[in-house]
């Protein structure tokens, strides 16, 4: 990122927020690492921001976070990616990463086109969607956090 | 033998019949129907709309594409690609299969863009190593004998065709981007602006784009305002990084032929900045890119990769696999 500074503003599911700066991308990976940590299945994690803001680099600490060793790289062209758990990570069930972006989608039927339906609130997946208020994310599923990068 | 292949893992509806007589290949039909313009106006491909025109156009092309000797087989991309669009191309070939008593063979759609090269009767020594970019894909592949591929660098965010896309959103430059940004380019400076070469030093053949595109957004306003140079000077870095590890790539499996494909290898930069280089440093590789028409999605390239799996025996069953939007090109379809 460059320059490095960014600010992040996050709402939870009960609607606090928090504000958090962030100095680097290696911060802003470590950042997303503590977010799966607090993962249990389940959540949807709504990410705003520009054109290199840094949604990639978050999502990269997330799925460090919940033990996958893939590379996270971006779901633009394919819309969507899936990267099965780390079944060696010990816990008794692994989660996926879901990441979306919605960036081409208008609908929530897109989304359905696509298949997310059925990894969105899945119990063995985290989601993380990124341009969540270009396909009506927002009024079908109520993230865990949802998070504006500037 | 005759080979009907269908190909609609993006924005293109492409339908082509490829014939085979004693290993020389006769192009038959290629069709290919594209979206660009409609989906110009949403600023990318939409999933929705691109499966609904490739069910308008499938038949339209599969009519014209049967006018003529039954085929033999039927091939068609299964992966990887949007959902939306993959699922109606395999649709219309399963039916087509069936109807017709002829087996269907799935292919790789970075499998088809290594086969381009097929085509044109380019003599191809093994081990050969291909360069596969476009909008979605950035990978080195080694192909240490034809079939066995395996990936020995990729992106690890964005695909370069990507970075050209959104690095023209970024200056406000029509989509698609990167006949956009190349054409801009060409009246601009590269070496007026300076801008990273990511990860040109790292000790392996894996890529990075996405911190180029963050660089061109946080150049100075007076900077971003040279459209040209900017264009110019992002191409050229992309180039020098594509290049640089290619040659990194060549060092390491001692290919012995270089190939190109997929929509960015149309671009006059990237081709020009090979042909210097592989002249200069190595001059007894021959390097072949494919004709414009064979760099973007096509159904011929799908019916070349489909002939060597063929004679390779090693067609699936059709009932063990489906389409695959993430089908790595070094892991068998399920």
Redesign the interface.
């Known amino acids: 990122?460059?320059?490095t500074e960014r600010t992040l503003t996050i709402t939870d599911a009960l609607g606090n927020i928090h504000t958090v700066r962030i100095a680097s991308a290696e911060v802003m990976e470590g950042f997303g690492e503590a977010l799966a940590a607090q993962c249990k299945g389940g959540e949807l994690i709504a990410l705003k921001g520009?054109?290199?803001a840094g949604k990639?680099?978050l999502t990269k600490g997330i799925a460090r976070g919940l033990g996958i060793a893939e590379?996270?790289?971006?779901p633009?062209?394919?819309?969507?990616?899936?990267y099965a758990g780390n079944k060696k990570r010990g816990d008794s069930a692994p989660l996926s990463l879901c990441h979306i972006d919605a960036?081409?989608?208008?609908t929530w039927?897109?989304l359905e086109?696509?298949?997310a339906d059925e990894y969105i609130g899945h119990p063995d997946t985290v989601t993380v969607i990124e341009w969540p208020e270009q396909a009506g994310v927002l009024e079908h599923c109520a993230p865990a956090w949802s998070i504006a990068i500037v | 033998m005759r080979i009907l292949a269908i190909e609609t893992s993006c924005d293109e509806t492409a339908i082509a019949v490829l014939s085979i007589e004693d290993g020389i290949f006769t192009l038959e039909k290629n069709l290919v129907s594209s979206q660009i313009s409609t989906h110009a106006q949403y600023g990318g491909v939409v999933p929705e709309i691109a499966a609904r025109m490739h069910t308008e156009s499938l038949p339209l092309l599969l009519k014209e594409a049967l006018d003529g000797p039954r085929p033999d087989y039927c091939a068609v991309t299964a992966g990887p690609g949007l959902i939306t669009s993959l699922t109606t191309g395999v649709n219309a070939a399963r039916a087509l299969s069936y109807s017709l008593g002829i087996p269907l063979v799935p292919v790789n759609h970075i499998e088809g863009h290594v086969a381009s090269n097929l085509l044109e009767g380019n003599a191809i020594e093994y081990p050969a190593l291909a360069l596969i970019v476009s909008g979605g894909h950035t990978e080195l592949i080694s192909i240490p004998e034809p079939g066995h591929y395996i990936i020995i660098g990729k992106t690890r965010d964005d695909a370069v065709g990507e970075a050209f896309d959104k690095v023209a959103k970024i200056l406000g430059l029509p989509y698609p981007g990167g006949p956009a940004v190349s054409k801009c380019a060409e009246m601009g400076d590269a070496k007026s602006i300076s801008l990273p070469r990511p990860m040109i030093e790292s000790n392996d053949c894996d890529f990075s784009f996405s911190g180029l595109k963050t660089a061109v957004r946080y150049l100075s306003e007076e900077e971003r305002s040279r459209v040209d140079d900017v264009c110019a000077s992002f191409q050229d870095a992309c180039v020098d990084v594509l290049v640089s590890k290619t040659l990194r790539a060549l060092r390491t499996t001692g290919a012995r032929t270089l190939l190109f494909g997929g929509g960015v290898t149309a671009n006059r930069a990237l081709r020009s900045a090979f042909t210097e280089t592989m002249s200069r440093d190595f001059p007894m590789i021959p390097f072949y890119f494919p004709s414009l028409s064979y760099c973007t999605d096509n159904a011929a390239m799908i019916a070349a990769a489909a002939y060597g799996i063929i004679t390779r025996g090693a067609i699936p069953p059709a009932s063990s696999w489906k389409p695959n939007p993430q089908w790595h090109i070094d892991e068998p379809l399920v």
């Open positions: 990122m460059n320059p520009d054109l290199g990639t680099t590379d996270i790289t971006s633009t062209f394919v819309l969507m990616k899936v960036y081409r989608l208008s039927h897109d086109a696509i298949g």
